[in-house]
């Protein structure tokens, strides 16, 4: 049986009977999916899966997204990535490349849907995902506010904005994964694909324009909404343990990775297995189909 229990902060359920490495049937996946589109952030507690079972349930939520920097795609597995301080490959790519506030894929124009992270090695301190709440933190903004934003599309690019107030910058693409990338416009306020709500979308990492709006107009609107989402009040830390698989909604989030030192022996290792997707899960497109 499935058990969800709140987190010790503002948003997200860790669960409790869950056996990836036995799969998960479809009354299942939809009670997690359920859960997910209403508390943002699940964790999947002391999963024991290899690469295979893992990529099987990061199927059931739609499409595996290979990584622009394909250097960073794991051999025999490039829907998958090894983040962390491990490996020379991923070292090659920073260890460090997603250490400022970001949603994944906002510079593609079919954005992610969802993004998990299943723990294998985890530093004794930090290593830590940082979370935020874009849909709280919408509803928390006044009518004018709203009204303003409505409608607006926002201009992204792989990283543009990275590397601002503190954060440090990510790696930057070669010409020929630049290529692939263009910039892109997505709607500020942005309409989730199952449930329809609407929600405050990527307003860091990414977003450096809005369509139609002077660039220092745009860039000073912009950093106006990140400040605010950024606030403590709409942020989740979480500590990994071996065997979670952290899973979040991608279009109703941003996140932030905590910075990692170079290993010097256990207790300072971190490596997760990373899996991003886009799409409707089959369960609901199978339901729509039905409708």
Same mark, same amino acid.
């Given at each position: 049986?499935?058990?969800?229990?709140?987190?010790?902060?503002?948003?997200?359920?860790?669960?409790?009977?869950?056996?990836?490495?036995?799969?998960?049937?479809?009354?299942?996946?939809?009670?997690?999916?359920?859960?997910?589109?209403?508390?943002?952030?699940?964790?999947?507690?002391?999963?024991?899966?290899?690469?295979?079972?893992?990529?099987?349930?990061?199927?059931?939520?739609?499409?595996?997204?290979?990584?622009?920097?394909?250097?960073?795609?794991?051999?025999?597995?490039?829907?998958?990535?090894?983040?962390?301080?491990?490996?020379?490959?991923?070292?090659?790519?920073?260890?460090?490349?997603?250490?400022?506030?970001? $949603?994944? /894929?906002?510079? @593609? #124009?079919?954005? +992610? &849907?969802?993004?998990?992270?299943?723990?294998?090695? *985890?530093?004794?301190?930090?290593?830590?995902?940082?979370?935020?709440?874009?849909?709280?933190?919408?509803?928390?903004?006044?009518?004018?506010?709203?009204?303003?934003?409505?409608?607006?599309?926002?201009?992204?690019?792989?990283?543009?904005?990275?590397?601002?107030?503190?954060?440090?910058? $990510?790696? /930057?693409?070669? @010409? #020929?994964?630049? +290529? &692939?990338?263009?910039?892109?416009?997505?709607?500020? *306020?942005?309409?989730?694909?199952?449930?329809?709500?609407?929600?405050?979308?990527?307003?860091?990492?990414?977003?450096?324009?809005?369509?139609?709006?002077?660039?220092?107009?745009?860039?000073?609107?912009?950093?106006?909404?990140?400040?605010?989402?950024?606030?403590?009040?709409?942020?989740?830390?979480? /500590?990994?343990?071996?065997?979670?698989? +952290?899973?979040?909604?991608?279009?109703?989030?941003?996140?932030?990775?905590?910075?990692?030192?170079?290993?010097?022996?256990?207790?300072?290792?971190?490596?997760?297995?990373?899996?991003?997707?886009?799409?409707?899960?089959?369960?609901?497109?199978?339901?729509?189909?039905?409708?």
């Amino acid at each position: 049986m499935i058990r969800f229990e709140p987190l010790d902060g503002p948003f997200g359920r860790a669960v409790q009977g869950v056996d990836l490495s036995a799969g998960i049937d479809e009354e299942g996946f939809l009670a997690l999916s359920q859960a997910l589109y209403r508390h943002r952030l699940l964790v999947l507690k002391d999963q024991t899966c290899g690469k295979d079972a893992y990529l099987r349930f990061g199927r059931q939520w739609g499409i595996p997204i290979q990584h622009v920097i394909d250097t960073a795609r794991m051999p025999g597995y490039p829907d998958l990535l090894e983040v962390g301080n491990v490996t020379r490959r991923w070292r090659m790519y920073s260890r460090n490349t997603a250490v400022f506030w970001h $949603t994944d /894929q906002s510079y @593609e #124009a079919d954005v +992610a &849907t969802a993004t998990m992270l299943y723990a294998r090695k *985890v530093p004794d301190l930090g290593g830590e995902t940082r979370l935020l709440d874009m849909k709280a933190a919408y509803d928390d903004l006044d009518q004018d506010m709203r009204g303003q934003i409505d409608g607006l599309l926002a201009i992204h690019y792989y990283g543009a904005t990275a590397g601002r107030d503190g954060e440090p910058p $990510t790696q /930057q693409l070669t @010409e #020929a994964q630049a +290529a &692939t990338v263009p910039p892109v416009s997505h709607p500020l *306020v942005r309409a989730h694909s199952v449930t329809g709500e609407r929600v405050l979308y990527a307003v860091g990492g990414t977003a450096f324009g809005i369509e139609g709006m002077p660039n220092a107009d745009a860039d000073a609107l912009l950093r106006s909404l990140r400040t605010h989402c950024i606030q403590d009040r709409y942020v989740y830390a979480h /500590q990994y343990e071996v065997g979670d698989v +952290a899973i979040w909604d991608t279009q109703m989030t941003m996140h932030c990775a905590a910075p990692m030192d170079d290993p010097d022996g256990p207790g300072t290792e971190r490596l997760l297995w990373r899996i991003s997707v886009r799409g409707v899960p089959d369960a609901y497109a199978r339901k729509r189909a039905a409708a």
